[in-house]
């Protein structure tokens, strides 16, 4: 595929490169302070290559197509996230299929596996019709039927920002996955992709994605329309996180590949995308794919010996108010309620979108 890069249009925010003016955000001492303290033994950024990644197929007017159906139907709509939905669950919510692509079929080749963990991403680029479709949480049946909890087609010569419009109707607590994006930020899921096409090519010309520990609690900046952040204070989902620009990357013995990934650090960044257990990059996830591998070109472990102290987030404005809730992302409750238990609600009382009369109740 490597006609298809780079993704999106060349003026697109994540095709830009930094033009190394930007200002530094008041608070980027404190939140990378917290990624360091957030990265095992305080090494730099860990790439997920093998899970919890995305993998990308490949599609033409021959491929077989598939009329997604809604997966959300399937789950116990008391546990979870599903909960804050449940209310306005009514013939109009999209029940996470967008309406971009609800009523059309999907081309998916026969090859297609999801990402085995739970997330099950896959994203699919039709190089017919330039079009791109991201489904989250997604599985086949015995009979060739595909199921997903989350859905969304765009344009891949596009700007590769979703807008408002796209998740017109979402509400405070809700997950953006209801309404389409297969990001919890609300960005396209091949967004700051790394790919193995282009690494073997020895140049990154876009930003990167990357996920964190301690996303903040309902505030995002753009280019993201929306947050699964739980930590309040925490980075705003969309920020960007520069490496130092006049750092010596020769100092730190990396491997051609990390070194290329390094570079794109220091000219493009890395966006904010969603909340990981460790602070993480994303390259395409190989396995479905026979004739690929990340084998002998990048390690997962590649870019630790560059620590976050040499990195940076970038000013992007006043954040936006709003996000799902995180007591109802799995393994976000823990470390909500701890939160609470050790500052108490002083903090979240300042925070309007929270309604602390209902925290008893979940």
């Avoid at 790394?194 to 964190?212: D, N, P």
Wanted: proline content about 8%; hydrophobic content about 35%; overall charge negative.
């Amino acid at each position: 595929m490597s006609a298809t890069f780079p993704f999106f249009a060349p003026d697109s925010f994540w095709n830009r490169p930094l033009s190394g003016h930007e200002a530094i955000d008041p608070q980027s001492k404190r939140w990378i302070q917290s990624l360091h303290e957030a990265q095992t033994g305080g090494m730099g950024f860990h790439i997920n290559l093998h899970s919890w990644t995305i993998p990308v197929f490949a599609a033409d007017a021959a491929t077989p197509r598939h009329r997604l159906k809604p997966k959300l139907l399937r789950c116990n709509l008391s546990q979870g996230h599903v909960k804050t939905t449940e209310p306005k669950l009514d013939k109009n919510h999209p029940l996470g299929i967008h309406a971009s692509v609800r009523l059309s079929s999907v081309p998916i080749p026969d090859c297609a596996v999801p990402d085995g963990e739970q997330d099950a991403h896959m994203s699919i680029i039709d190089t017919t019709e330039r079009r791109v479709y991201d489904l989250w949480q997604c599985r086949r049946d015995g009979s060739g039927n595909w199921y997903t909890n989350a859905a969304i087609v765009y344009d891949l010569d596009g700007p590769g920002v979703f807008t408002p419009s796209d998740i017109a109707g979402i509400q405070k607590d809700e997950s953006v996955h209801f309404y389409g994006p297969c990001r919890a930020s609300g960005v396209p899921a091949i967004a700051g992709l790394v790919m193995r096409e282009e690494i073997l090519s020895g140049r990154i010309k876009h930003k990167l994605a990357f996920a964190c520990p301690v996303p903040g609690l309902q505030r995002y900046v753009s280019p993201a329309t929306w947050t699964d952040g739980w930590l309040p204070g925490g980075i705003p989902e969309g920020s960007t996180i520069r490496l130092d620009p006049s750092l010596d990357l020769d100092r730190f013995k990396l491997g051609p590949a990390a070194k290329i990934i390094a570079r794109a650090l220091q000219e493009y960044g890395a966006v904010l995308v969603d909340y990981a257990g460790a602070v993480t990059l994303y390259g395409e996830l190989l396995e479905p794919h026979r004739d690929r591998t990340w084998d002998g070109i990048l390690a997962e472990e590649d870019l630790f010996p560059i620590g976050f102290e040499h990195f940076a987030v970038l000013h992007a404005g006043t954040p936006s108010i709003g996000g799902s809730h995180p007591v109802y992302h799995q393994g976000l409750s823990r470390l909500f309620y701890e939160y609470v238990e050790r500052h108490g609600t002083a903090e979240l009382e300042k925070l309007e979108p929270w309604r602390l009369d209902r925290l008893a109740d979940f």
